[in-house]
């Protein structure tokens, strides 16, 4: 019920509040978190220490550490806003590149599934892809407080975007037979069914829905990204289609795909360090809790 209300007040300030003023209370209280939460902070010490590998500045990696904090309050600042985003509002912040490779996949006719992960504004990004004329399906987490679980949908419903719950195949199945764009975060694994392999060089549990999804049905996987700029404007771009590969059983075929996938992952997020909003020790396989956390992301 906390967590619910902290959420709507936060939905009042940042609508009545400039956009301006309030990305610099967020950057505010997000100074405050990080300095009064050593828990938060040294796992996101931890992973950008992957990241960058062992022999990174600790003084470089503090700081990116900081920036983490900072930007996650600002794209929780955006998702609030979500009902001023328009195509005034695209124009003006978003620069879009490579969107030709959503049309290229999508004439193949068998749908097109959209990879991203916990980098930049990945909500902001499938309510981009909406204004840009697709329809678009996002899986999503559920949360255990429904009040919490109808607000992220309502704020979801207002970019147009049509969540999906994780786990109904169906729907996603659906949505993809009818040529229609399926959302899905490739750098964490909530289903404790993903694939054990190395991401950045470390063994970790990596979801393997997307390329699951390429293989059965035969839908190309489009990497996608919507990251923030040092002017707080945006930038939106598409990378070409990834096809399965033909002739391999499916378990092959799916590890070979999920390698590629989290390839494009590991290089977005080594040019975005800052913008890798991943709270928990992925790399700890046997941590049980890390793998369904009822948050907002």
Same mark, same amino acid.
Request: aromatic share 14%; with cysteine.
């Given at each position: 019920m906390i967590m619910y209300i902290l959420y709507r007040i936060g939905l009042f300030l940042t609508l009545v509040l400039p956009k301006r003023v309030s990305y610099a209370s967020a950057s505010f209280l997000a100074d405050i978190f990080y300095n009064s939460s050593p828990k938060d902070r040294g796992v996101v010490v931890s992973n950008l220490k992957t990241v960058f590998g062992s022999f990174a500045d600790d003084k470089d990696i503090n700081a990116i550490a900081r920036g983490v904090f900072r930007n996650f309050a600002k794209y929780l600042v955006d998702f609030f806003r979500s009902g001023k985003i328009d195509k005034d509002y695209l124009a003006r912040n978003v620069k879009v590149e490579g969107a030709h490779n959503i049309d290229d996949a999508r004439a193949m006719g068998k749908g097109v599934i959209m990879l991203s992960a916990h980098i930049g504004n990945w909500e902001l990004g499938a309510a981009v892809t909406s204004m840009l004329g697709y329809p678009i399906n996002a899986v999503v987490l559920t949360h255990k407080n429904k009040r919490i679980n109808d607000f992220f949908t309502s704020q979801r419903l207002m970019g147009n975007v049509k969540p999906i719950e994780m786990g109904s195949l169906k729907s996603c199945y659906k949505a993809l037979r009818a040529n229609e764009l399926v959302a899905l975060l490739g750098d964490r694994d909530f289903s404790k069914n993903g694939i054990l392999m190395d991401f950045f060089g470390r063994k970790a549990m990596i979801p393997k829905g997307p390329a699951t999804f390429s293989y059965r049905l035969g839908a190309p996987i489009v990497p996608v990204f919507l990251v923030r700029e040092?002017?707080?404007?945006?930038?939106?771009? %598409?990378?070409?289609?990834?096809?399965?590969?033909?002739?391999?059983?499916?378990?092959? !075929?799916?590890?070979?795909?999920?390698?590629?996938?989290? !390839?494009?992952?590991?290089?977005? %997020?080594?040019?975005?360090? !800052?913008?890798?909003?991943?709270?928990?020790?992925?790399?700890?396989?046997?941590?049980?809790?890390?793998q369904r956390p009822d948050t907002i992301i």
């Open positions: 040092p002017d707080d404007t945006f930038k939106f771009f %598409v990378e070409k289609p990834i096809i399965c590969p033909s002739g391999l059983d499916e378990e092959v !075929a799916v590890r070979e795909l999920t390698v590629k996938c989290s !390839a494009i992952i590991e290089s977005c %997020v080594k040019k975005y360090p !800052a913008q890798w909003f991943v709270f928990r020790n992925i790399w700890n396989i046997d941590e049980t809790e890390s």
